[in-house]
């Protein structure tokens, strides 16, 4: 196999590329990002670049390379100029932390998110359901796995729970510690596949990537160091190959998982176990909000359908009005912005200064 395909190069890039590329372009896919410098997998191996003038001064954040992202470049003796990146198959995003509505994307092409719990003081089925509404969200298949398995004494009432979400995705039991149940998950990944892991600091993702890679990644992959206030965090950001030959990207713990809304997702298509309901509403656009003869807050009440999910919907729907009024807001400003500055030129023009 070509080291582009070994890294999930396939027909949706190649499409694309056909429609984008110059003769003199290659491809690389991001391996790692070091401050001003990308790493790309090509296909004569492993490149250092950097960004093209263009793509440096005039691109939004969201538009710039991330890891996962498939990007043409100008080949330079040692080195390459990243011309810009190839339209994404999806990607995995968080709001930004802090107060802004930008959204930051934190991997590009993922086809699978790892969710991971530890079935310890992390375990939090309300936190499980965010996580998996927003990988749907995001277009990517999420899978769910529950570490320190070791800790407990039956795990089949978490997989009940689990169950009751309605999310129809695999998931996995383990522990790093006793090996359990770490052949089931390494039988199920796919070849040239891109996986993602999320989950909290400290449930055990770097004890996971070195069980499934018989720990030969641990020192070039080290991904765990404390920091001077004694909290673990994950310093490095990178996508590898795993010895069976499945693609895995490591991503800082995040702690703060906001949602943010694709445009064109339904909500209601984000909750399975909504949806069904929803047919039953009265009214067909029903939010399951204030309406009369809803059939979601009916089945609340009576107990058939858990609270959790319904509190988890309404906090979807309440996060994604706060972002759509404030990229609408967003939008406007840079309109008058936009208008001024031109204004500005003309004038300037007129005036000769
Ligand atoms: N009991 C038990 N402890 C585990 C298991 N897996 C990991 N741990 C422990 O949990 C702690 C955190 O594990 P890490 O692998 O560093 O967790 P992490 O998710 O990578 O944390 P960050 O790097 O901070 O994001 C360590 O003390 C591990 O020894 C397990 O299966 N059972
Ligand atoms: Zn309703």
């Known amino acids: 196999m070509s080291s582009l395909k070994k890294y999930g190069w396939n027909s ?22 070091k401050g001003f410098k990308y790493y790309l997998m090509t296909e004569n191996g492993e490149l250092e670049t950097e960004l093209s003038g263009k793509l440096l001064y005039g691109s939004e954040n969201e538009d710039l390379p991330k890891v996962g992202d498939w990007v043409y470049f100008l080949d330079y003796d040692k080195s390459g100029y990243i011309i810009d990146i190839l339209p994404r198959k999806n990607s995995m995003s968080r709001k930004t932390p802090g107060n802004k509505t930008e959204k930051q994307i934190l991997a590009a092409n993922v086809d699978y998110a790892f969710i991971v719990q530890g079935l310890d003081r992390d375990y939090n089925i309300m936190r499980l359901e965010r996580y998996l509404t927003q990988v749907v969200a995001c277009n990517i298949t999420p899978i769910v796995i529950l570490n320190k398995a070791d800790l407990v004494e039956n795990m089949r009432l978490y997989e009940e729970e689990v169950l009751k979400l309605q999310r129809n995705c695999e998931i996995f039991f383990c522990s790093t510690l ?34 499934l890679t018989n720990n030969e990644m641990q020192k070039t992959n080290a991904t765990s160091k404390a920091n001077s206030k004694g909290k673990h965090t994950t310093t490095t950001r990178d996508l590898f190959l795993l010895p069976n030959g499945s693609l895995l990207i490591d991503t800082p713990g995040m702690r703060e998982f906001g949602l943010t809304s694709e445009e064109g997702v339904n909500t209601n298509s984000l909750f399975p176990a909504l949806e069904a309901l929803s047919a039953q509403c009265r009214y067909s656009d029903c939010r399951h909000l204030n309406e009369e ?39 406007r400003l840079n309109k008058q912005f936009g208008k001024i500055t031109r204004e500005a030129k003309d004038y300037r023009k007129r005036n000769k200064y």
């Open 12 to 33: 949706f890039h190649q499409e694309k590329f056909n429609l984008y590329h110059q003769q003199d372009h290659s491809i690389g896919r991001v391996i790692s990002i």
């Open 178 to 211: 006793t090996g359990l149940g770490i052949d089931r998950i390494l039988n199920s990944l796919k070849e040239a596949k891109t996986y993602i892991l999320i989950g909290s600091s400290g449930v055990g993702k770097s004890s996971l990537i070195n069980s």
């Open 293 to 331: 003869a809803c059939a979601v807050k009916d089945a609340v009440n009576m107990g058939a359908l858990p609270l959790e999910i319904y509190e988890s919907y309404v906090k979807l729907l309440k996060e994604q009005r706060r972002f759509e009024i404030r990229i609408e807001d967003k939008k």
